[in-house]
């Protein structure tokens, strides 16, 4: 700011406009986790992906992560929201992991980018790969 104020201000515009561009969908994605958390219970949510559902949560909620495509700045929130209900670490480390690595809404563009069977490739070794972080993170953690 103090060497081009110019320049400053069309990066604040061009922040500012970025941020105005995905408010909307950020704020419908906390409206939409806020209304999940008040209609499920701590108890669903351990017997889903506590300690208690084993391997089959764990793969269920990467599964999920995989699917999603939430920003990091709500996902952490709500993978704390989660450990908080009663998931276990493996379950929201799987879900973290795969939200980050493995990208099913954004396939097409992979597989224009990269061709289908590498695109295929990648995408499962991340899911395996977190699958095997998840695990990790719930025997160190």
């Known amino acids: 700011f103090v060497k081009d104020r110019q320049r400053a201000r069309q990066s604040l515009r061009m922040v500012l ?4 561009g995905i408010l909307p969908a950020v704020l419908a994605i ?3 986790i806020g209304l999940l958390m ?5 108890g669903q949510i351990s017997r889903f992906v506590g300690d208690q559902a084993g391997l089959g949560g764990i793969i269920s909620i990467a599964a999920m992560g995989a699917v999603l495509y939430i920003p990091a700045i ?11 209900s009663g998931a276990s670490v493996s379950a929201v480390a799987a879900f973290i992991t795969t939200l980050t690595m493995v990208g099913v ?5 992979e597989i224009g ?3 289908k069977k ?7 070794l991340s899911f395996i790969a977190a699958i095997g972080i998840a695990l990790l993170m719930g025997v160190v953690l």
């Open 38 to 42: 008040a209609f499920v219970t701590p």
């Open 74 to 84: 709500v996902a952490f929130p709500l993978a704390g929201s989660l450990l908080q």
């Open 17 to 20: 406009k970025s941020f105005a």
């Open 113 to 115: 980018q990269l061709g």
């Open 30 to 32: 906390i409206v939409l």
């Open 105 to 109: 809404v954004t396939l097409p563009l």
């Open 118 to 124: 590498l695109a295929l490739l990648r995408n499962g």
